[in-house]
């Protein structure tokens, strides 16, 4: 039945031309035809001329109202026929056929069935009694996604990205048998694809069933969540450090004994009754609010206070303490708002339910995918123990759940290889109870990541119904968006699934790299030149296939010059007129400061780069180290030349992780790293000696010969953390420093990930006018040619 519709739709819609812009390929297929029987034969328009009147309710929703109007306007582009809108009792009753939006008194007479699917809030339901069309949806926007759904699934129409022109087919005559069905989606929440090239625009979160976090959609076409104090991580909105630290400190986060404002005291009486008290009186000023989030910041540091461990060592979770709170909170607020729903994280160590406690009716968790996808983002979900069984665990304790996952690299411009896993994983989050997902994809400003156009677009429509085939919509998307240049881009695509395949085959091989390097780059670019000279001189998809071809470049320039300097200079101003013309100012770092200008001087500068002027010395990997969680290194002069460390641990700075992954899994906050090493008089007299580190997570505090030399903070550098820890560093080390043997001490201070010194450290002399990024890559050369 459906290869059968299917045919039909696709030989109607191409009978004649399409609307202007970037038409699509003849070859062109409809993936979301839908599933069921289709209806009678019907004639909405002949020659441009139609007989139908669009029929609403004598009193219409603001829905129905917007559903009505967007059809109307649609089909007007489609046939060039005018459509009148007719309301029931106030107009002129209708003699002829109708397309009847909503419950009209119509579809009472005509004794239309009600659908056969509780429609809920966004689903909906298309009918007909010939020659009337009757479409009906649910109470949120159910009846503007019903149009959408017409116009998409029966009739062919694309609306790919923001601000370009939609795929509307041109149809005088419009003669289709409309798929008699009701539908209602398996995901009540299912928000914008967090892409900046599609997750702020209104209008394409209407046209794809979408709700956005960040765009206004008016209350007539369903509106669009309102949060309140703010989205999440809300701790320090609700109890203010600011406001509170110094004169309550026992509010906040108890650490080895000591209160630091990093997060809440969750069981503290005050901390609860302060939350609540706000959480109402916002309630009551604001009735638009309908979720409150009480979650806690971006970071680690949980409280260990006695009432709070109490709590978390009984429940086997940092969540017992904190459902404890949000079930008190859900509590106050119900009885009096009863449609409100509270929010919070299921993230970090909050991942894992708790033995008893359970969520109230009206809590939303939102379930981070972190333990699966930060590590394992080429898996499929169920392949990670952490994740996949705390998620069982949610479902058996009835939780409601939306899913936050994260699809994507935070390297937004290295091509991902995960679409189609990312879809299976959708399909099993929706078997094991979650009601909405929300994929993280980049930062908030970024435009033209990695397949962005195609990504959000398909995953939109993932989240309206996962059931749908992923190759079909990459076919359907590449030969709707690329046009004439879509056999090429189709031809990546696939190669970007047979990537995918590969590394499935390879991983976990010695020495393999992964599928993704400059030999792939150099094909993939080769089908992006055949796709440019089937674009000919369309400038519109020019830039179209010229920002798809920006994480082939990133992956060639970032292999480094392997032949004329002229060539790779060339492409570097190429990507640079792509990515500014594309606004895409983010490049590796996935967080709050544009990388843009850096990398494109760390390749210039690196395809200049001459490491024989340039001389190291290397520290030892082997680093003695402390957790210090109490912050007692300081007073007790940690960093002291004299200290005897010998029954410090050993640790080492050259594995690529920090202390996490080296026997101090859970620690974060303070720690510190001591050696010795031995400078030659001749060394120290060298001409721009630094003492260089590559990175260190998060923040750093260098001690010499038992003298603070340098730091390396937020406050130092105006960096967020999320920046600082990936960040190389050094300095003039001299005035520290003396011939023989020194000690280096390195207090660090981390709230997530890795934790500590994980790339070498050195001492370098010579040209070290080369920026940060490129003195790393000089030691990182020498090193590996040692």
Avoid at 380 to 401: L, N, Y
Wanted: glycine share 8%; proline share 7%.
């Amino acid at each position: 039945m459906r290869k059968c519709t299917f045919w039909a739709a696709f030989i109607l819609l191409h009978s004649v031309g399409l609307a202007a812009g970037v038409a699509p390929h003849p070859e062109w297929r409809n993936a979301m035809v839908p599933q069921g029987e289709p209806g009678p034969l019907l004639t909405l328009a002949q020659d441009g001329k139609t007989d139908y009147v669009i029929l609403l309710p004598g009193r219409p929703t603001g829905p129905e109202q917007k559903a009505a109007e967007d059809l109307a306007k649609w089909l007007g582009e489609i046939t060039g026929a005018r459509f009148p809108l007719v309301r029931e009792g106030t107009d002129p009753a209708p003699t002829g056929p109708c397309i009847s939006i909503g419950r009209t008194r119509l579809r009472s007479e005509c004794r239309v069935s009600r659908p056969t699917t509780d429609l809920g809030r966004d689903g909906y339901a298309i009918q007909v009694a010939a020659p009337h069309l009757f479409i009906t949806g649910g109470t949120r926007r159910g009846m503007v996604n019903a149009v959408y759904s017409l116009l998409q699934e029966d009739l062919g129409c694309r609306w790919y990205i923001p601000g370009v022109d939609p795929v509307i087919p041109k149809r005088p005559t419009l003669r289709f048998r409309p798929v008699l069905r009701s539908h209602r989606p398996v995901f009540e929440d299912r928000r914008d694809p967090y892409y900046g090239d599609v997750a702020y625009d209104a209008d394409w979160s209407i046209q794809n069933r979408t709700y956005a976090l960040t765009a206004t959609v008016p209350a007539s076409a369903g509106g669009y969540p309102r949060y309140w104090p703010s989205f999440v991580h809300t701790y320090d909105a609700l109890v203010p450090p600011s406001k509170y630290f110094a004169q309550h400190p026992e509010y906040f986060s108890e650490i080895a004994g000591k209160r630091q404002p990093f997060q809440l005291c969750t069981t503290n009486p005050d901390v609860r009754r302060i939350i609540i008290d706000q959480v109402l009186a916002a309630l009551r000023t604001d009735p638009e609010i309908q979720i409150v989030d009480v979650s806690p910041n971006d970071r680690r540091d949980y409280c260990e206070c006695a009432q709070c461990k109490a709590i978390d060592d009984a429940e086997g979770t940092k969540m017992g303490s904190l459902l404890t709170l949000i079930n008190l909170v859900a509590d106050a607020v119900k009885e009096e708002f009863p449609n409100v729903r509270i929010t919070t994280l299921a993230y970090l160590d909050t991942v894992v339910p708790p033995k008893t406690i359970r969520p109230r009716d009206n809590v939303l968790l939102w379930l981070c995918t972190d333990a699966h996808a930060w590590s394992n983002p080429n898996l499929f979900v169920w392949e990670t123990e952490k994740f996949s069984s705390s998620m069982k665990r949610w479902q058996a304790a009835g939780a409601k759940m939306v899913i936050w996952d994260y699809p994507s690299s935070f390297v937004y411009m290295q091509p991902n290889i995960n679409l189609h896993v990312v879809a299976e994983n959708v399909r099993w989050y929706a078997r094991h109870g979650a009601t909405g997902i929300f994929y993280q994809c980049m930062h908030n400003w970024n435009r033209a990541a990695d397949h962005s156009y195609l990504r959000g677009w398909l995953w939109a429509q993932q989240a309206w119904n996962p059931d749908l085939d992923t190759s079909a919509l990459v076919r359907d998307f590449n030969y709707g968006f690329y046009g004439v240049a879509a056999p090429p881009m189709q031809r990546y695509d696939d190669m970007l699934h047979a990537a995918w395949r590969e590394w499935r085959r390879h991983r976990g091989q010695k020495d393999y790299t992964g599928p993704v390097d400059a030999s792939f780059a150099a094909r993939g670019l080769a089908l992006m030149d055949e796709a440019m000279r089937l674009a000919g001189g369309d400038k519109e998809l020019v830039r179209r296939i010229e920002i798809a071809k920006l994480p082939l470049l990133f992956v060639t320039l970032q292999a480094g010059r392997k032949g004329e300097l002229a060539p790779y200079l060339a492409m570097v101003d190429e990507f640079e007129r792509i990515a500014r013309a594309a606004n895409a100012v983010f490049v590796e770092n996935a967080f709050q400061q544009a990388d843009l200008d850096a990398k494109l001087t760390y390749w210039r500068e690196k395809a200049r780069l001459d490491p024989s002027k340039v001389s190291i010395q290397a520290l030892g990997n082997e680093w003695r180290f402390r957790p210090d969680p109490g912050d007692a290194g300081v007073a007790e002069k940690w960093f002291a030349a004299d200290l005897d460390d010998s029954g410090w641990a050993k640790v080492r700075s050259d594995k690529g992780n920090g202390w996490e992954a080296q026997g101090f899994s859970g620690h974060h906050g303070y720690g510190w790293y001591r050696q010795r090493f031995t400078v030659t008089e001749e060394v120290l007299k060298q001409e721009g000696l630094r003492l260089f580190f590559g990175a260190v997570d998060e923040q750093a505090w260098v001690y010499l010969n038992g003298q603070l030399a340098f730091e390396h903070t937020v406050a130092t550098t105006g960096l967020p953390v999320e920046i600082l820890w990936t960040t190389p560093f050094g300095f003039d080390p001299r005035p520290f420093l003396r011939p023989g043997e020194n000690t280096i001490a390195v207090r660090v201070h981390d709230t997530l990930g890795m934790a500590g010194i994980w790339k070498p450290v050195s001492l370098v002399w010579g040209d070290t006018s080369y920026s940060p990024m490129m003195l790393e890559e000089v030691v990182r050369l020498k090193t590996a040619a040692r």
